[in-house]
């Protein structure tokens, strides 16, 4: 993590980015720069300065609830068809991964059609971010990054494989917890993937 890169912390992007907006720049530059030089010092200060505000044991559910907060760190610029529509698949999936404290209290038949959407989410992005490839193989700004670009995409696959895995436990010992905290580190590498990707674009522009 560069000194000007946002930390990969979903506390950072849905509880303290929002709050530094309402800064002035100046001031909010300087409270940002503060946070992500104390989180690359000490992993994890976001997450326990934020659990330490709010004083409440289940920080996980908390924070995916709150997971569909946009946060302009990580929102492409829209001028291209494209990019507009990349931001519109990830915001898609962070909706319904943050729903997922309200729906697993449904019945399994509603949560499973549930599943299902996001299952598809997850493969509409995955399909756009292929696409923002193959139509940018001729960009040196694409072709330049091309190393980080792959390795974000596979930690988001990864990510993905991993949430599955935890529903698959979920329905064998009815412990919601490590869904909660699989689907936030989903949302967390789909915001850096999507922050990868608004870094190559800017490069280019």
Do not use: W
Not at 95 to 123: C, H, N, T, V, W
Not at 150 to 177: E, M, W
Not at 187 to 205: A, G, Y
């Amino acid at each position: 993590m560069s000194s000007s890169e946002p930390p990969p912390s979903l506390a950072f992007s849905t509880v303290i980015a929002p709050l530094l907006n309402k800064f002035s720049k100046d001031q909010a530059k300087s409270l940002r720069d503060a946070f992500v030089f104390a989180e690359k010092q000490n992993p994890g200060f976001i997450h326990d300065f934020v659990a330490g505000v709010i004083q409440n044991e289940d920080m996980t559910e908390i924070l995916l609830r709150l997971g569909s907060t946009e946060c302009t760190e990580y929102l492409i610029s829209q001028d291209i068809a494209l990019h507009a529509l990349l931001n519109k698949k990830a915001q898609t999936l962070r909706l319904l991964l943050s729903s997922i404290p309200d729906q697993i209290k449904e019945k399994i038949s509603f949560f499973a059609k549930q599943l299902k959407d996001i299952a598809q989410s997850i493969k509409d992005l995955l399909n756009c971010v292929n696409n923002f490839y193959q139509s940018n193989t001729n960009n040196p700004a694409v072709m330049q990054n091309k190393r980080l670009f792959d390795h974000q995409k596979k930690n988001f696959v990864r990510c993905s494989k991993a949430f599955s895995d935890s529903l698959r436990n979920y329905f064998k010992d009815n412990q919601p917890s490590i869904v909660f905290l699989s689907a936030n580190k989903l949302i967390t590498q789909t915001n850096v993937l999507m922050r990868t990707i608004k870094i190559i674009t800017e490069k280019d522009s």
